[in-house]
């Protein structure tokens, strides 16, 4: 099975050159990164990022941190197009878990996107509570789980077995550390990996050999030490 990559930005320039990549299968957006954009209005921004990519599948989330708030986000969020994926995180800022609107949404036949994920257990809780039919994504965030010291796979191996039982259900690799990550997600074999554009550069550039890359990395501390006129 191959991983799917999808593009982690909200910058629209970016989104322009990325979504005439043929390696890019779709988007992920999330409120930090559309204020790191710039986006003043939640609403028309995200229109404009839905005009440029009308074909791929668009990820964009709630903000709302109540039940009520929340239903209203994600019911409008879900008129802004047919490749529109509601966001939507495991869990509030309180800890609590989301089920009812997941739920709520899912028999709506409203694609989801949960997010914020970093355990089986919830990967197990969503589960519980959906269909066999409309689209559900579950993001996992591998590399924040790697920053506190703990592996992530483990929980990948269990979700994604958890997973296969669905035919609309994908488990996708989030916060992505580095270009290898995309070779792990494939082994695993996560339906999708978010990746952001530096690092999708990268990966388009696989292959070189362990020879390539020590001699640019010497010639590349040789031009920096002659741009410096270091003497000994």
Known sequence: MSTKIFCDIAELDQIKKFNKKKIVKGFTTNPSLMRKAGAKDYQSYSKKIL?????????????AD??????????????????????????????KFMGRIINELNNQNIKLNITAVYNSKQTDEILKLINKKTRVIVSIFAGRAGDTGIDPVPE?????????RFKNVE???????????YLQAKQLGCHIITVPPTIIEKI???????????????????????KSNFKI
Do not use: H
């Open 51 to 63: 005009k440029i990519c009308n074909n791929k599948p668009v990820s964009l989330e709630v903000f």
């Open 171 to 181: 488990i996708l690799w989030a916060s992505v550390r580095e270009p290898y990550n």
């Open 66 to 95: 109540e039940y009520e708030e929340m239903k209203i986000q994600a019911m409008k969020i879900n008129t802004w197009g047919k490749n529109v994926y509601v966001k939507v995180p495991v869990v509030n800022s309180k800890g």
């Open 204 to 226: 388009e550039k696989f292959g070189k050999s362990f020879n390539q890359l020590t001699k640019e990395t010497v010639k590349n501390f040789l031009i920096d030490s002659k």
């Open 156 to 164: 990948f191996v269990k979700s994604i077995r958890l997973a296969n």
